[in-house]
Antibody, heavy 114, light 112 residues
Framework: EVQLVESGGGLVQPGRSLKLSCAASGFTFSDYNMAWVRQAPKKGLEWVATISYDGSSTYYRDSVKGRFTISRDNAKSTLYLQMDSLRSEDTATYYC???????WGQGVMVTVSS | DVVLTQTPVSLLISLGGQASISCRSSQSLVHSNGNTYLHWYLQKPGQSPQLLIYQVSNRFSGIPDRFSGSGSGTDFTLKISRVEPEDLGVYYCLQRTHNPPTFGGGTKLELK
């Protein structure tokens, strides 16, 4: 059974950093491109970042470029999202998903507020 | 970015009734490889989105045949027949043909 379990969320002040993790199981993690998708409270879904199966290629939406870094450790079957210089508009539930968007984690809440 | 316009924004349906949701794209979703990467999701309250239909018309594993998808190019439709209580929530379309992937604004399905 495919499982994606996010962790690392919480309350953080504007300008500070937070690192999200996503532990994958039930499939060969190193075979799949992976992604982070977010959803602000009571809002729709927004694709944030993508990473290729081997980590050689990444994509970021414009609003997070230069502030967020997606990475992975295939030996640990874990996906990461390093979020720096956080802004109030980054407040959202962050979901880890396979790039095909077929399987999603349960999500982790990030609140950016002073 | 590709804009996906979903209509209606909300839908009131009786149990056992039929629902139809439209997703229109600002540009063709046919990939250069010939595939069309338009998918449909249901997000139930407090849950993550679950895949219902992938590549326009293919039901994902475990999805009942009450759900069907159709369309081509820029116009796509999700139909739900014989609506059941567990079908309630917000439906989204997603396109992965063009970068960045983008979602429709959502359609909330509620009981009449």
């Amino acid at each position: 059974e495919v499982q994606l379990v996010e962790s690392g969320g919480g309350l953080v002040q504007p300008g500070r950093s937070l690192k999200l993790s996503c532990a994958a199981s039930g499939f060969t993690f190193s075979d799949y491109n992976m992604a982070w998708v977010r959803q602000a409270p009571k809002k729709g879904l927004e694709w944030v970042a993508t990473i290729s199966y081997d980590g050689s290629s990444t994509y970021y939406r414009d609003s997070v470029k230069g502030r967020f870094t997606i990475s992975r450790d295939n030996a640990k079957s874990t996906l990461y999202l390093q979020m720096d210089s956080l802004r109030s508009e980054d407040t959202a539930t962050y979901y880890c998903a396979r790039h095909a968007a077929d399987y999603w984690g349960q999500g982790v809440m990030v609140t950016v507020s002073s | 970015d590709v804009v996906l316009t979903q209509t209606p924004v909300s839908l009131l349906i009786s149990l056992g009734g039929q629902a139809s949701i439209s997703c229109r794209s600002s540009q063709s979703l046919v990939h250069s490889n010939g595939n069309t990467y338009l998918h449909w999701y249901l997000q139930k309250p407090g849950q993550s989105p679950q895949l219902l239909i992938y590549q326009v018309s293919n039901r994902f594993s475990g999805i009942p045949d009450r759900f069907s998808g159709s369309g081509s190019g820029t116009d796509f439709t999700l139909k739900i027949s014989r609506v059941e209580p567990e079908d309630l929530g917000v439906y989204y379309c997603l396109q992965r043909t063009h970068n960045p992937p983008t979602f429709g604004g959502g359609t909330k399905l509620e009981l009449k």
